[in-house]
């Protein structure tokens, strides 16, 4: 299947090379030169500009837009709605706010172009291990674009199977689904990162409290000179607690004791911000995944060491850079 790309920043990039692994035509805009000559190497088509992507594609097109969330996306959507034709679709990849989405839905179907959000996790690991994806849209469009969803995806891998009913979609366990209209899939992507953000304080505090074990503040009696790296890696194997997040962990550590290249500034990209808004508005508590997101705002005035694993996770995952001290 042939897609066009926009954004050939950290996952954008990744995403369009395992399409063409697997078999499929990418081509591909960014206004980084450089990026779109990379991709062009590895058999990609480069395109000028967004309207030389558009006449690239054969009817009917779908453009896949890989672009930081606000002004970039909005322009660049805004710009294909102008462009494309009806029969074609609209991909947006980001982390959107999901009502964008249903606003943008709603301006692109007098157009006849249909829509699609893409929730996409699996960060700057995508291209080996695939992308989790939680998807939303017209169902047609989206059964049209199920040849690249499936490429994207993991697959069944190695994780244990769950006992499905009879009939189940077969697609949450490849490692996509669709969510629902327009919204849907950017809004269950929300959440997911609400729930990241709770996980990573779990842990960041954590480690927090064993790092501590070892302070003058402990009775000289009471205290351990804990290997942080250690207990990481034998959390890995057996462990309820195991998880990615932890693999991520106990690689930070075990290349770095005392993370002294992370400032423990932590960042929020917003969605975290975006699902304590939905929890307030459905009178859902959330006391965990609000704390999480305090913790980071709290994070930029006074650093801990638990704040220092966090920015090594969001390093991990997602290649995220925070200021080095």
């Known amino acids: 299947m042939q897609l066009g790309v926009i954004g050939m920043g950290r996952m954008g990039a990744n995403i369009a090379r395992r399409l063409m692994r697997g078999g499929h035509a990418c081509v591909v805009w960014d206004r980084d030169g450089k990026a779109v000559a990379d991709a062009a190497k590895d058999g990609a088509t480069a395109a000028g500009d967004v309207a030389d992507l558009v006449a690239k594609l054969d009817a009917p097109r779908a453009v896949w837009v890989m672009l930081p969330a606000g002004g970039p996306t909005e322009d660049t959507i805004a710009e294909l709605g102008r462009l494309l034709k009806p029969g074609d679709t ?11 989405d249903i606003r943008r839905a709603k301006g692109l179907s007098g157009k006849g172009i249909t829509y699609v959000d893409v929730g996409t996790s699996g960060g700057v690991w995508g291209l080996e291990r695939g992308y989790c994806m939680m998807v939303g849209g017209d169902k ?14 993991p697959g069944l891998g190695d994780v244990p199977r769950t006992k499905r009913s009879n009939g189940a979609d077969p697609r949450p366990e490849q490692g996509y ?16 990162n609400g729930i990241e953000y709770g996980l990573m304080q779990a842990y960041a505090e ?10 003058d503040r402990i009775g000289e009696d009471e205290r351990f000179d804990l290997n942080l790296a250690d207990i990481a890696e ?52 959330a006391d965990v995944l609000s704390a999480a997101l305090f ?24 290649g995220h850079v925070e200021t080095p001290k």
């Open 206 to 215: 954590g480690f927090d409290v064993l790092q501590g074990k070892g302070s």
């Open 90 to 100: 609209v991909i947006d990849g980001g982390n959107t706010f999901y009502r964008d």
């Open 295 to 318: 913790a980071r705002f709290r994070s930029r005035q006074e650093h801990t060491f638990g704040e220092r694993l966090l920015s090594a996770m969001r390093f991990g995952f997602g």
């Open 140 to 153: 047609a469009a989206v059964d049209r674009l199920d040849p690249i969803l499936k490429t994207l995806a």
């Open 234 to 285: 034998v959390w890995r194997r057996g462990s309820v607690i195991s998880s990615w997040l932890l693999d991520l962990s106990a690689q930070a550590l075990a290349g770095d004791p005392k993370l002294g290249k992370y400032t423990g500034a932590v960042a929020d990209s917003g969605e975290g911000r975006w699902t304590i808004e939905a929890a307030i508005e459905e009178a859902v508590p």
């Open 177 to 192: 689904m669709h969510a629902g209209p327009a919204g849907a899939g950017h809004f269950v992507k929300m959440v997911h």
